[in-house]
């Protein structure tokens, strides 16, 4: 049999990422996968030196649009904590208020596109028309559409009232009820069962030593969330991971169904325990020392390493992403697999390509 | 079989979409849209050059002038806490798309009954 070299992407009808894999093929089915990365990297580590701490916020917000108040979040918690600043109660509730929303939409968003790489269309229009539900929320609690730029250094800007807080509870129990029909319209179609159920399988064991991240990682069976090691409010409120044993694709998608459900109930939760209280603290001095600070992003663990010197400027910013840990385990379910399985599998890790060069 | 359902429901359902721009939605409250300033409260301090994370503003204090580059602003309302003033805002709508790009620019005019 001859093998055939193909490249894929970074161009690709059905993703959006522009990632590029050079596999190699063997009468359609996969032998191997080659990754190349680099397409749009923008430096934005770097610019950490010539803008100071604080505006660094707006700049890692800007890392990934989907994610953006986890990446401030993950940022300032950092931040924080090289300078000793304790963030007051409210502030820790709300932030777990936007990082959900953040969770949901970015599922929802997955989900459409998901749907979408089937040829579901109208599937994909569902998804969204309910994602948009969630945009709304954001854009009227937090002042921005995609950019929810809430978080600073001691604590959030921008506090949501009782009013506000009613109408997102009305909202999400709406959401919880429309996703939970479409629940049944993906999961127990033929087709997506057909394509998904027992395809690309990453065991228990592969999954840990490769490093995945995240849903990906959940859907092997490893029970691993950043929020277990208790950072915001979430030491607070009950929760456990949403965990798949499977781990093929269709395992995948209904661990990022049953996280939706999950981050709606994180949001009930915590507005049930928010107390009243001030919104943020002023930071005394300048950060110094050098720190790891990790948060769970809908995409997996995202991890930040920050070393100031006590000026006003960080001497190393590094932030590791949870595509980059995902796409070895992806390279691992590649071989062996149909050539018209690739774009779906590629999908199922949720790839964030601009987030993972920076 | 499930599916079919779900497009005949949505067949017979209105449109979620709006006629866009014939019928708008009303812009939540506080939302950070564009950016526009009371020229004649500035004290030409240049606090918002230096907090701009994007660093699009320019303050010129000798020609009483302030400018900033609409294209390069991220809508995130930084200067607008960081004004000492307050002559700073933000509108509840986005910058409307134009042809070609260009700065917006404005300077104090001189007061004729200022003591010199
Ligand atoms: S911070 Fe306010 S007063 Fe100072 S230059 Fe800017 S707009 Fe003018
Ligand atoms: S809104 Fe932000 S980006 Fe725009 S001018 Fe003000 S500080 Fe700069």
Known sequence: MTRTVLPFGPQHPVLPEPLHLTLTIEDEIVKEAIPKLGYVHRGLEKLAEIRDHTQMIQIVERVCGICSTLHAMCYCQGIEALMNVEVPSRAKYLRVVWAEMHRIHSHLLWLGLFADAFGFESLFMQFWRIRERIMDLQEATSGNRVIVSVNVVGGVKRDINKETEKWILETLDKVAREVNQLKTTILDDFTVKQRTVGIGILSKEKAYELGAAGPTLRASGIAQDMRQTGYAAYPELDFSPVIETNGDSYARTVCRFNEIFQAIDLIRQAFAKMPEGELAVKPKGLPKGEVVSRVEQPRGEVLYYLKADGTKFLDRLRIRTPTFANIPPLLDMLPGCDLADVPILILTIDPCISCTER | ?116
């Open chain 2, 1 to 116: 079989m499930f599916m079919t359902k779900t497009v005949l429901k949505n067949l017979l359902t209105k449109y979620a979409t709006r006629l866009y721009p014939f019928q708008t939605r009303e812009t939540f409250k506080d939302v950070k849209g564009e950016l526009k300033i009371e020229i004649d409260k500035c004290v030409f301090c240049g606090v918002c050059k230096m907090r701009c994370p994007s660093q699009c503003i320019g303050v010129d204090k000798k020609g009483r002038s302030w400018e900033v580059d609409p294209f390069a602003c991220v809508y995130c309302g930084i200067c607008v806490d960081a004004c000492p003033v307050k002559c700073l805002y933000q509108e509840g709508m986005y910058k409307a798309p134009v042809a070609e790009k260009h700065m917006v620019f404005h300077a104090q005019e001189e007061k004729a009954d200022a003591p010199t």
